[in-house]
């Protein structure tokens, strides 16, 4: 491999493992949604209707 091959996956693993260790370290959790949230879609999925019109 030439210079710029090595160059270019060398930056490709350390951008990688940055990618893990951030994860690692400021991981994300699953969202919690607040009760009125959780009204509030329902109420939008039982009123809204998505049918196409019928002709």
């Known amino acids: 491999m030439t ?14 493992a940055f990618a893990f260790f951030m994860q ?8 919690d949604k607040s009760d009125s949230q959780k009204l509030h ?4 999925r039982q009123t809204h209707n998505n049918d196409r019109p019928k002709f």
């Open 41 to 44: 879609e329902e109420v939008i």
């Open 3 to 16: 210079l710029f091959g090595y160059l270019f996956w060398g930056i490709i693993i350390v951008a990688i």
């Open 24 to 31: 690692k370290k400021f991981g994300t959790t699953a969202p």
